[in-house]
């Protein structure tokens, strides 16, 4: 039997393409050790990212690859969150890699909706996740989450965030009542926002998204300015108003140098659940082209259906009323896009660091 050579290995493993990183396993550094000997070939892959059964795919895909050198071919997968680069200005929070905002110019396009949902598919695919409510005037988060009650403050100054469905959350909604109208204006809000995040007690998490309130207004600009964010996610319709308007935000955070993770276009389409038929309610298209516009990352197209709006209502999101339903996947496939994305930014090194002081002596 001829000698298996790590050049052929390597030129075999180049031609597996990894499907979120849409680059081959060699090109994007994947491939973490090759080991060869004439007991068989041993393959370790390290992704940046939590891609859940995928894992088991692309493992199988590179044994299946291999399997024409004529030896067993065993291939462990695995995972590492890395924290990401924040705005220049500011430090990443202690014990968070990677705040996410999910954001939209308009209102009434599904974005708290999307927020949770990839929330939960991040958490489902293995990451550690929590999800702060930006929306002080109208938080929906603890509806949607399903948690009542308020959360628990051990020494009077922070709190510990509540938690349902295995991600850990903070709202103004968990402070007060549901009915009660927050009549405040902006400096308040964006110090309540501030208070929000810092005060709580998020422990390790590997990914906290931010459900922004719709606009460019004082919180966005509070978030871009005064909290570490990674990278931003878009939400929008295909409705050109919604689009007019998500074109804003997107050029908000491109201002402020936060990396656009892609855009997500909500209620796509529609599917009559007596017939079948498809149709485009709100347009077509528009999130795709608004991508190529700006040359960033199209996630992908979520339809508007009436499941997933009674799901969020009820206190139980798609990805977890339906964990293995057509749409929960469309949710897992937009959250292993951007975090993959994200995986392919510049990493966080300042802890890496070690702190030099001058004194005279």
Known sequence: MAQVTREQVESLLSTIQERYLEKDLI???????????????????????????????????????????????????ETKVDAHAVQKALKRQTGIKNIIAVASGKGGVGKSTTAVNLALALKADGASVGILDADIYGPSQPRMLGIKGQPHSDDG???????????????????????????????????????????TIWGE??????????????????????????????????????????????KMFEKVEVPILGIVENMS?????????????????????????????????????????????????TVVADPEGAVTKLYL???????????TKSKDYTTKFPTIKIQNV
């Open 27 to 77: 090109s994007a550094k994947v491939v973490k050790s090759i080991e060869i000997s004439s007991l068989g070939i041993q393959i370790q892959l390290l992704q940046g990212y939590p891609a859940g059964t995928y894992k088991d795919e692309l493992a199988q895909t590179v044994k299946t690859t291999l399997a024409g050198l004529g030896l067993p071919v065993e291939v462990k997968v």
């Open 205 to 250: 998490l590997d990914y906290l998204v931010i459900d922004l309130p719709p606009g460019t207004g004082d919180i966005q600009l509070t978030l871009s300015q005064k909290i570490p964010v990674s990278g931003a996610i878009i939400v929008t319709t295909p409705q050109d108003i919604a689009l007019l308007d998500a074109r804003k935000g997107l």
């Open 269 to 317: 389409m529609h599917i009559c659940s007596q017939c079948g038929t498809i149709e485009h309610i709100f347009g077509e298209g528009g999130g795709q082209r608004m991508a190529d516009q700006y040359n960033v990352t199209y996630l992908g197209g979520l339809p508007l259906d009436r499941q997933i709006r009674e799901q969020v209502d009820s206190g139980n999101p």
């Open 333 to 343: 496939d937009i959250a292993r896009k951007a975090a993959a994305h994200l995986a």
């Open 157 to 199: 100054k922070t709190i510990r965030p509540m938690e349902n469905h295995g991600i850990k959350a903070m709202s103004m909604g968990f402070l007060i009542d549901e009915d009660t109208p927050m009549i405040w204006r902006g400096p308040m809000v964006t110090q309540a926002l501030e208070q929000l995040l810092n005060d």
